[in-house]
């Protein structure tokens, strides 16, 4: 239906009391994007746990950072970015036990990054450490084929 | 944002019953934690968690589930999940809860599933 | 409940299909600051109002503009503003005839920036044409006496 | 965001019923508009807006109200309001519908209102 090109972007403060709002708005952006409700849902968590990882990871839980999502659509691609500019990290160097390793370690996380890759089609990260750390995921509209 | 998500619990017999209502994220996921370490601290082990109200969950959310179904296992009990609705149920396939976790129906079945496996589930 | 001040704004394509998206974005800071149902609702309507005053007449409906919502608030007071970048007015040029007016006329409009200054509890304009024109808005979390 | 404001039209003699759904924004009210001016053509004006399930009005929602009253009354007819939720009633006395529309508690007042003063409320 929409084939014009199209961008959002949301600022918030680093809290997960904003994860409501952000998934609220990538709904609909997701939405206007033309997914399917499916679709929609993956989207919405992948960029939950993106957002979780930033509030978590880059920034410590200190409210008083930023972070911001910016949204880009045209009729084949929708591409979300998660940006933050706190710690970083080496993406490639985060081991992924199984989860039947990370159940025996009693462990309360460890899902997020590999739920992101199995959630959305493409995932980059472009890591400069207190500068600018982007985690942009890419859906595809339309079924490539 | 207050009522995005509750636990209610009840009791049948020796089983707890936590049945969780809205959405269940990082935000909320420390309620749910608190929730079902206050039944480990009262010596219940034979836990079911009825996610029929259950309209979203993160790996926040699911980390309570990984968290603790290692000690309610060693002490003879089991964390078992039922009611999911599809889409929350697809986010425990993706990651292969279906494998490690007792999901079933529904509160019927998953109490049944205690007389026949008291010590837990498919581990 | 919260007194830490905090920060959100959100940009979107110039176009009425944003306004669910807006309003949202808008009901849920209204929440975090601590406004009540009553308030909210009104908060929600006020920004719909400007922002559609910005699509239809300062960008002529090009979606290919960008309206801009930022919020601030802290335990006393919201304060939200809309930004363009359009052709700007001058608000006290507008002239606003009464509903009767208007209905003798058979004009389907000219209701919202009265039902802005109804709504919030200050209203300020300032226009920069084609640079920046802000519409700020403010509206008291707790009832001042 | 297809199904997020509704018209549904009925009849009852030579009374035309507009049950509105959803919310009415300056993205929707261009569907409400083509509705009323639709009855208008076919020279239907004793119309009544039921607004029991519409959640939000904005004021491009108000101007088709606005807009079309005169023509209506005009040609001996009336646009006649009902059902109103508070939070939306609110936003018409705001503005100072209340006075110059024919606003009702429901479908049965609003169509009793036709047969007192057929050529329309309280103007
Ligand atoms: N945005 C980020 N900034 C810094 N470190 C991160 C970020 N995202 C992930 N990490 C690191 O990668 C690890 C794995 O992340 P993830 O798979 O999401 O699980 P969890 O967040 O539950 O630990 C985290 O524990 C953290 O060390
Ligand atoms: N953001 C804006 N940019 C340019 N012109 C504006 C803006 N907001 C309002 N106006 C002018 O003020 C007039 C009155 O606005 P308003 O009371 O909201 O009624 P309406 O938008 O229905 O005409 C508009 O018709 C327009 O000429």
């Known amino acids: 239906m929409k084939t014009l ?8 403060p680093s809290s997960t009391q904003n994860l409501v709002m952000i998934r609220e708005f990538i709904g609909r952006v997701g939405e206007q994007a033309g997914l399917a409700d499916g679709d929609r849902n993956k989207l919405e968590l992948a960029v939950d746990e993106a957002c979780c990882n930033v509030i978590e990871h880059a920034y410590g839980n200190d409210a008083r950072k930023e972070v911001t999502v910016r949204a880009h659509f045209d009729a084949d691609l929708l591409r979300i970015s998660v940006i933050d500019t706190g710690v970083g990290f080496e993406p490639s160097a985060v081991e992924q036990p199984e989860l039947g390793e990370l159940i025996r370690q009693r462990r309360h996380g460890g899902l997020g990054m590999r739920l992101i890759q199995k959630l959305m089609d493409e995932v980059r990260y472009e890591i400069e450490p207190g500068k600018k750390n982007e985690l942009t995921m890419v859906k595809r509209v339309r079924p490539s084929e | 944002m207050a009522n995005e998500f509750s636990v ?116």
Chains 1, 3 share one sequence.
């Open chain 1, 5 to 12: 090109e199209q961008s959002f972007s949301l600022h918030v």
């Open chain 2, 8 to 123: 209610t619990r009840s009791t049948e017999g020796e089983i707890t019953l936590l049945a969780l209502e809205g959405f269940l994220d990082a935000h909320t996921a420390p309620d749910f934690e608190a929730a079902v370490q206050q039944e480990i601290d009262a010596g219940h082990t034979h836990l079911i968690v009825d996610a029929q109200e259950l309209t979203y969950i993160s790996s926040a959310g699911l980390g309570v589930f990984m968290g603790f179904i290692e000690e309610v296992r060693e002490a003879g009990g089991d964390l078992k999940i039922c009611g999911l609705q599809p889409s929350v149920r697809e986010v425990f396939d993706l990651l292969g809860f279906d494998a490690l976790f007792d999901i079933e129906a529904d509160r019927a079945s998953a109490t049944a599933r205690f007389s026949e496996t008291p010590s837990g589930g498919t581990s």
